[in-house]
T-cell receptor, first 115, second 111 residues
Framework: AQSVTQPDIHITVSEGASLELRCNYS??????LFWYVQSPGQGLQLLLK??????LVQGIKGFEAEFKRSQSSFNLRKPSVHWSDAAEYFC?????????????FGRGTSLIVHP | NAGVTQTPKFRVLKTGQSMTLLCAQD?????MYWYRQDPGMGLRLIHYSVGEGTTAKGEVPDGYNVSRLKKQNFLLGLESAAPSQTSVYFC??????????FGPGTRLTVL
């Protein structure tokens, strides 16, 4: 069965510092990978996704993520964090074509931004 | 284009009461999902649907029922609410395996 691990429950960074949120997955085939962001009191919104092709994907709000098959990872990065980036971030493995329809989410990483 | 909407936004129930949460989407998506979100647990899938008239169990289906009579609507029912069902409930929809679009959530408290 597929699984997603986000090792960090909380991460604290200073505004302007760089950010990397870790995501590791377990999946039997080529995964579809997603990062979502959840601001307080709101639903989840897609930041970026990887299906195939270039392993470095760009998303909204200046985020990017790199798919590394050899490490089963899809880490999210941002070169300079803004206070408005404080939120909960979820990594997800999407169902592949012909496989299970059920996507799997990690437990989330809470990002705290210090001024 | 409203996307995914959820009704109601907040609800307080007493143990044993029943209620229905309504999810509506206007994107003509085939797939719809119901999740619950609890602190430290991430999102857990309750039930999902891959098309009108179809439903399937997710990770935590016990105590919930669902119906998808119309493509745009996905209803989540609690027949006899329990305090353990206190949670924030999210509905989502998608085109198959692609991006999920989430509603704003329903905060449910069961006393």
């Amino acid at each position: 069965a597929q699984s997603v691990t986000q090792p960090d429950i909380h991460i604290t960074v200073s505004e302007g510092a760089s950010l990397e949120l870790r995501c590791n997955y377990s999946y039997g085939a080529t995964p579809y990978l997603f990062w979502y962001v959840q601001s307080p009191g709101q639903g989840l919104q897609l930041l970026l996704k990887y299906f195939s092709g270039d392993t470095l994907v760009q998303g909204i709000k200046g985020f990017e993520a790199e798919f590394k098959r050899s490490q089963s990872s899809f880490n999210l990065r941002k070169p300079s964090v803004h206070w408005s980036d404080a939120a909960e971030y979820f990594c997800a493995v999407g169902p592949s074509s012909g496989g299970s329809y059920i996507p799997t989410f990690g437990r989330g990483t809470s990002l705290i931004v210090h001024p | 284009n409203a996307g995914v909407t959820q009704t109601p936004k907040f609800r307080v129930l007493k143990t044993g009461q029943s209620m229905t949460l309504l999810c509506a989407q206007d994107m003509n998506h085939e797939y719809m999902y119901w999740y619950r979100q609890d602190p430290g647990m991430g999102l857990r899938l309750i039930h999902y649907s891959v098309g009108e008239g179809t439903t399937a169990k997710g990770e935590v289906p016990d105590g919930y029922n669902v119906s998808r009579l119309k493509k745009q609507n996905f209803l989540l029912g609690l027949e006899s609410a329990a305090p353990s069902q206190t949670s924030v409930y999210f509905c989502a929809s998608s085109w198959g395996t692609d991006t999920q679009y989430f509603g704003p959530g329903t905060r449910l408290t069961v006393l």
